[in-house]
């Protein structure tokens, strides 16, 4: 470990700005425990640009990134994760280099990844970084943004967030289609594919997973689809479209010779567990003496209850059976002996002026011009006396 | 080593290192004078040195001062302990120049400050100061003896200065200031 410290007391900005302007290259860990348990994320640096970064180093952001916008195939992809095995090359990389994804995409993808991962970092209330200098990103895909562009559109992000939050108000919100619209919907290609994934059960951090778009891009599109009534935020005291419906057809069964059938909802995917009584086939007063029982235990979440149920996770938390092998977080660094100056033992007064010809005659004292920091040619008089004002006005 | 401008979201921003020996007052000075809080990577000392100070920097102090909207002037403390000496040539690239902070109290240090100046002089061709603090109010060293066993130039501020106090840590920074301002009048008539 080169560089540690707590983001409380050294804000994410400042430790960017010093790696980028001392052009260093290595792995800025950053880490801190959540409700959810620890989070670690990383930003990568290469000659002080930031190559890479990611806000939860435990998945391989970047090519789910990738995978989320439908630019990698099957055959690619178990390609990438073979090599990426093998010899540990990153996901991303591995895509890029077989030829399997335009490079411009990747160059584009990384480019929100990193963008997206400060946004997240910066929005930490809390954590500690380490900087662990020379490690190399084996996911770097050739990314070099400057720092504090990359600092200026975090900032700008978080300028709006609390905007977004008002509309969409975190990542355990779920989503709903409401059945009428006041008008025709006009929706861009971006907005039907996130639309396109809201079936009233996933969650916001769903759609982030699903669609590998980043929380804000994902929260930015939904405030916009939220505003314009195409998508509402699931409200456990506002009526089930669907479930009133059932119920109010229910109350036709005394008057209708044959049962009342509700029609039959599509087949549940894989894994989710089978629809609850009433949904199915059901007769009206079955349906009807259902939608009472849960009434009476809305825990049950049936059906006609106007209530929703707490869904598994549609995207359960799963294993990253492909992810590199990490470097070690902390390694001891190779510490530089050339800069190790002469250091002796206590010395008295009384002998401190005869020590002055040893002093000159020490070879630390010759200077080396060749590769030695000079001054910047940027700092000039003007800039000087600015600072000497700011400085005499403290 | 090329010199880097350092852009901080538009600004612009410059950095001043502050070194010298082991427990001679860095991180206070640079507490003192930052408007932020400074990076605390103190850490407890087990080695041979903590019967001189209980915790010391093992990373670097970090404080900050903006001048106006568009200028931050960024102060860097180097870590006090000799292990630690791979930070220097990190912290002092793209500085303005230097301050070298020796406790007047203890003479003792001379040699560890001579030889953290050497090892700055051989990296860097930037202005500095020496500040001779005296915070503990007992002067053993006088400037005539520090300009002597560190080999000073006329023209090398040296300052008394007390950092705890904030008019003198300024005082500190406008000698070096006030040093790179004659280098660069300096290099212009020159020119």
Redesign the interface.
């Known amino acids: 470990m080169n560089l540690e410290g707590s983001l409380d007391a050294f804000g994410l900005p400042d430790v960017v700005t010093l790696l980028s302007t001392t052009a260093k290259t290595g792995a800025l860990g950053v880490r801190r425990v959540g409700t959810d348990g620890p989070v670690e994320g990383v930003l990568w640096f290469h000659d002080g640009s930031l190559s890479g970064a990611s806000s939860d180093r435990g998945r391989a952001s970047l090519v789910r990134r990738l995978v989320g916008s439908g630019a990698v195939d099957d055959a690619a992809l178990r390609a990438a994760v073979a090599r990426s095995v093998a010899d540990g090359t990153g996901l991303a990389r591995a895509l890029l280099e077989a030829g399997a994804v335009d490079p411009e995409l990747v160059a584009q993808a990384a480019a929100d990844q990193a963008i997206d991962a400060v946004f997240d970092v910066l929005r930490w209330p809390d954590g500690d970084f380490g900087f662990d200098q020379g490690a190399h990103d084996a996911d770097d895909v050739g990314l070099r943004l400057d720092p504090s562009g990359v600092l200026v559109e975090a900032a700008a992000r978080a300028s709006t967030w609390g905007q977004l939050e008002a509309l969409v108000p975190g990542p355990e919100s779920v989503l709903t289609l409401p059945v009428v619209l006041a008008d025709d919907p006009l929706l861009t290609r971006d907005e039907w594919a996130l639309l396109a994934l809201v079936d009233g059960r996933r969650r916001v951090r769903d759609l982030v997973e699903l669609t590998g778009c980043g929380q804000f891009a994902v929260t930015t599109t939904l405030a916009h689809l939220v505003q314009r009534g195409l998508v509402h935020i699931h409200d456990d005291a506002t009526p089930d479209h669907v479930g009133v419906v059932e119920r109010r057809l229910g109350l036709l069964a005394s008057v209708e010779s044959a049962p009342t059938t509700l029609p039959a909802a599509p087949a549940r995917p894989t894994g989710e567990p089978p629809a609850g009584p009433g949904s199915l086939g059901m007769s009206a007063a079955a349906a009807l003496a259902a939608a009472r029982a849960a009434q009476a235990h809305p825990q049950n979440g049936a059906p006609g209850s106007g209530r929703v149920a707490r869904q598994p996770d549609v995207v359960p938390a799963r294993p990253e059976p492909f992810q590199p092998e990490r470097r070690p977080e902390h390694p001891e660094p190779a510490y530089a002996s050339h800069m190790a100056p002469s250091r002796g033992g206590a010395m008295s007064a009384t002998v401190v002026e005869g020590a002055t010809a040893r002093t000159l005659s020490d070879p630390m004292m010759q200077t080396s011009p060749e590769g030695a920091i000079e001054r910047d040619a940027s700092v000039n008089r003007s800039l000087l006396l600015r600072l000497i004002a700011g400085v005499r006005g403290l | 080593?090329?010199?880097?401008?350092?852009?901080?979201?538009?600004g612009?921003?410059?950095?001043i290192v502050v070194t010298g020996p082991f427990a001679a007052g860095k991180t206070t000075l640079i507490r003192t004078?930052s408007e932020?809080?400074?990076?605390?990577?103190e850490r407890g000392i087990t080695d041979d040195t903590r019967s001189r100070k209980a915790e010391t920097t093992?990373?670097?102090d970090?404080g900050?001062?903006?001048?106006?909207r568009d200028?931050v002037?960024?102060l860097f403390g180097t870590p006090g302990q000799?292990?630690f000496?791979?930070?220097?040539?990190?912290?002092?690239?793209?500085?303005?120049?230097y301050v070298l902070l020796v406790d007047a109290s203890r003479?003792?240090t001379?040699?560890?400050a001579?030889?953290?100046l050497?090892?700055f002089?051989?990296?860097?061709?930037?202005?500095f100061v020496v500040a001779l603090n005296t915070i503990d109010g007992e002067v053993?060293?006088d400037e005539r003896?520090v300009r002597?066993?560190?080999?000073l130039g006329p023209t090398t501020p040296v300052v008394a200065c007390d950092a705890t106090s904030?008019d003198s840590v300024?005082s500190v920074?406008?000698a070096l200031?006030?040093s790179?301002?004659d280098?660069?009048?300096t290099e212009?008539a020159n020119a």
């Open positions: 080593m090329a010199a880097r401008k350092t852009r901080r979201q538009g612009q921003a410059v950095k004078i932020i809080t400074v990076l605390s990577t093992v990373a670097m970090f900050r001062i903006s001048i106006d200028l002037l960024y000799e292990r000496d791979f930070m220097w040539e990190i912290l002092g690239e793209g500085m303005l120049g003479p003792e001379l040699e560890e001579a030889g953290i050497a090892a002089r051989r990296m860097a061709h930037v202005p053993r060293v003896q002597s066993f560190l080999n904030k300024k920074l406008l200031l006030y790179v301002l280098e660069i009048e212009a």
